[in-house]
């Protein structure tokens, strides 16, 4: 049966990416958007997976988000249930967090499109099935996984400007991390990120960079970048199939 995700949104200005919504329906997939910053998640049975996508908290300022302390235990019984979760930017960082690592300001702002690596570990996980081991990554944050990591946690990608580009959880291949905002890399959505985040962009410096060129690189890169974005999230779906029979999940929950 088809597959229905949760996706879990957290500012209304940054919606799931254009990439994201063509790849939903290339694998036929639903998604729930849930603005979670203003309303309440839902029953997590009726889901197959949940998305967590990026946003403009840090993930200890709870005293300026409050919604970030419900969705940290949301988070937490998700993965308790042994759940397939893939996280983007601020959504692989609360995963982190729940899963015991630490989360600080990166050694640098990391903005743009830079060259990540898989790990050994990356390139034997089913999530980059496909792919070459070194990725254009589109990046937008300024806080980062640290490391150690905790001893469960596998890193599955690196680059020059973040150790932990990707990782996951030993024996749990659904449950993933994801360090950069590939899925809002089209160039609509890198455009109007550009024009609503021009404050905190006056504070990086790649101010400039950003300003004259990234939308640009967003149009040269997109094509490749579609490509590598598609066959990822066939690779998350394909891993979700192998959680549900593994499972023995069918077709009952949509029947009953």
């Known amino acids: ?14 919606k799931p990416g254009r990439l994201l ?26 889901f197959d997976g949940l998305l967590i996508l990026d946003g403009p908290a840090d993930i200890n300022e709870e005293e300026r988000y409050p919604f970030l302390r419900e969705e940290k235990r949301y988070i937490k019984a998700w993965l308790a249930m042994d759940r397939p979760c893939l996280g983007f930017c601020l959504g692989h960082q609360l995963l982190a967090d ?19 690596f898989l790990t050994h570990n990356g390139r034997e996980h089913p999530l980059f099935t496909g792919l070459d081991s070194k990725l254009v ?17 596998v890193m599955l990608a690196t680059s020059s400007q973040c150790v932990v580009e990707a990782f996951s959880v030993a024996g749990r291949p ?21 024009r609503q985040n021009d404050e905190w962009l006056a504070t990086t410096t790649k101010t400039k960079h950003c300003r004259e060129t990234l939308v640009r690189e967003a149009e040269q890169l997109f094509p490749a970048m579609r490509d590598t974005f598609f066959t990822l999230f066939g690779n998350f779906i394909n891993i979700i199939a192998a959680w549900k029979q593994d499972r023995n999940i069918g077709s009952s929950r949509s029947e009953s």
């Open 1 to 14: 049966m088809p597959n229905n995700l949760l996706v879990f949104q957290h500012i209304d200005l940054e």
């Open 21 to 46: 919504r063509q790849a939903a329906e290339k694998f036929d997939v639903g998604l729930e958007v849930i603005r979670i910053h203003r309303q309440a998640a839902p029953d997590p049975a009726d």
């Open 98 to 116: 729940v899963l015991g690592a630490r989360v600080r300001e990166n050694f640098m702002p990391s903005i743009g499109f830079i060259e990540g």
């Open 137 to 153: 990554l589109f990046k937008w944050h300024n806080q980062s996984i640290q490391t150690p990591l905790p001893r469960e946690l």
């Open 174 to 194: 659904h449950i993933i991390g994801l360090q950069c905002d590939n899925h809002a890399a089209c160039p609509d959505d890198v455009a109007s990120r550009c």
